[in-house]
């Protein structure tokens, strides 16, 4: 069984940052691919990022060039590095993984709350 636990949540001004960060733990042999997702009120969920254990990085359109992923595979943590946010990236940030244990697992975590005020 695989855990996610996402930290790093909070409420934030238009333009400022914050740091969100997802640990994996339980039965790990290997992550393939950890990132983020989002979902606002009313919309569905959509991705945020994505890195793979090639380090191959998916960015969704609205977060390029503002938006920095990046994991730490000794750790089992994935870092989601947000700059000059907006009110529209208002929404709870999901991790999300897909592990190799017994078989593969993809994997959720509770979400965390990212507020960003105009």
């Known amino acids: 069984q695989v855990q996610l636990v996402e930290s790093g949540g909070g409420l934030v001004q238009a333009g400022g940052s914050l740091r969100l960060s997802c640990v994996a733990s339980?039965?790990?042999?290997?992550?393939?691919?950890i990132g983020w997702y989002r979902q606002a009120p009313g919309k569905q969920r959509e991705l945020v990022a994505t890195?793979?254990?090639?380090?191959?990085?998916n960015y969704g359109d609205s977060v390029k060039g503002r938006f920095t992923i990046s994991r730490d595979n000794a750790k089992n943590t994935v870092y989601l590095q947000m700059n000059s946010l907006k009110p529209e990236d208002t929404a709870v940030y999901y991790c999300?993984?897909?592990?190799?244990?017994?078989?593969?697992?993809?994997?959720w975590g509770q979400g965390t709350q990212v507020t960003v005020s105009s």
């Open positions: 890195i793979t254990s090639g380090s191959r990085i």
């Open positions: 339980g039965s790990i042999l290997s992550i393939r691919t």
């Open positions: 999300n993984a897909v592990v190799v244990t017994i078989g593969v697992s993809n994997s």
